[in-house]
């Protein structure tokens, strides 16, 4: 059973960069067709696919977040990283790290698996 478990600062400046961490256990991040994506759910809305790095290391973007966000993997460590900067308030959120066994990525999705998430609070 894979299991994802994200960790952060949880309070960040604004303007300042954030920095996340997916450690997985239970399975590889690379084992194929595996699509291992950031998904965001602000206070009251719905969840927002924030991007995704598949099996083979490949990374896409929501169009929105692209030129504030970037994810990288340790393959030694089986750990996935995400990073955005210029922090705005509106960034706070419930931030998650899923995955899905079937290359599938984006809104549409039904992961299979969910880390439980890592509150992420933009305030000075």
């Known amino acids: 059973q894979v299991q994802l478990q994200e960790s952060g600062p949880g309070l960040v400046k604004p303007s300042q960069t954030l920095s996340l961490t997916c450690t997985v256990s239970g399975g590889s991040i690379t084992t194929n067709y595996y699509y291992w994506s950031w998904i965001r759910q602000p206070p009251g809305k719905g969840l927002e696919w924030m991007g995704v790095i598949v099996y083979s290391g490949i990374t896409h973007y929501s169009p929105s977040l692209k030129s504030r966000t970037s994810i990288s993997r340790d393959n030694a460590k089986n750990t996935l990283y995400l990073q955005m900067n210029s922090l705005k308030p509106e960034d706070t959120a419930i931030y998650y790290c899923?995955?899905?066994?079937?290359?599938?990525?984006?809104?549409?999705?039904?992961?299979?698996?969910w880390g439980q998430g890592t509150q992420v609070t933009v305030s000075s």
């Open positions: 899923a995955a899905d066994r079937a290359s599938c990525s984006g809104s549409g999705c039904s992961y299979d698996y």
